[in-house]
T-cell receptor, first 111, second 121 residues
Framework: QKEVEQNSGPLSVPEGAIASLNCTYS??????FFWYRQYSGKSPELIMF????GDKEDGRFTAQLNKASQYVSLLIRDSQPSDSATYLC???????????FGKGTMLLVSP | GAVVSQHPSRVICKSGTSVKIECRSL??????MFWYRQFPKKSLMLMAT?????????EQGVEKDKFLINHASLTLSTLTVTSAHPEDSSFYIC?????????????????FGPGTRLTVL
């Protein structure tokens, strides 16, 4: 059974701080990981994906992957109130297979 | 990113009726589309994988006779909820996978439609 685990939160951070969102996965065959942001009542929006060990940066977002520890994280620098949303982590175990989603972590950024 | 549309965005129907939801990829051809369902405060649950020109692949526990999927073209997939009941009320979201090459990632980027909120009375 493939599982992707996330702390449901909410994770509360003040504006301007770094928000750290974590995700673990059980399937060692997972190769690629995706972070989606979902505002309440809306559909998910792709933020970034990562498939190599290490860090990948895109603007204020940094994804980190550690395959040995089966751990994925998303860092959001200079958090803004508009970043308040649920962040979904998803894993995929081959180039064109389906995604397995975690339950999401709610992030609250206070002004 | 790629654009996926869904129609309708919201539908309210009586129990026993059928509801059709359309999912379109607007600026790319999607050989594969996915249908998800999301209950309040729950994660996305994959219902089925829709492949253009072939039968959909349903996830365990999803009734294929109740949730009819048709992927008749490279830009359109439809989900029909037949004989809908109140327990089918949910947020239905489709996604489309961008094709390999042609400026797209080969790592299965899925772009989601805006979702359809179904309420069955």
């Amino acid at each position: 059974q493939k599982e992707v685990e996330q702390n449901s939160g909410p994770l509360s951070v003040p504006e301007g701080a770094i928000a750290s969102l974590n995700c673990t996965y059980s399937d060692r065959g997972s190769q690629s990981f995706f972070w989606y942001r979902q505002y309440s009542g809306k559909s998910p929006e792709l933020i970034m994906f990562i498939y190599s060990n290490g860090d990948k940066e895109d603007g204020r977002f940094t994804a980190q992957l550690n395959k040995a520890s089966q751990y994925v994280s998303l860092l959001i620098r200079d958090s803004q109130p508009s970043d308040s949303a649920t962040y979904l982590c998803a894993g995929q175990n081959s180039g064109y297979s389906t995604l397995t989603f975690g339950k999401g972590t709610m992030l609250l950024v206070s002004p | 990113g790629a654009v996926v549309s869904q129609h309708p965005s919201r539908v309210i129907c009586k129990s026993g009726t059928s509801v059709k939801i359309e999912c379109r990829s607007l600026d790319f051809q999607a050989t594969t589309m996915f249908w998800y369902r999301q209950f309040p405060k729950k994660s996305l649950m994959l219902m089925a994988t829709s492949n253009e020109g072939s039968k959909a692949t349903y996830e365990q526990g999803v009734e294929k006779d109740k949730f009819l999927i048709n992927h008749a073209s490279l830009t359109l997939s439809t989900l029909t909820v037949t004989s809908a009941h109140p327990e089918d009320s949910s947020f239905y979201i489709c996604s489309a996978r961008t094709p390999q090459g042609a400026g797209h990632s080969s790592y299965n980027e899925q772009f989601f439609g805006p979702g359809t909120r179904l309420t069955v009375l």
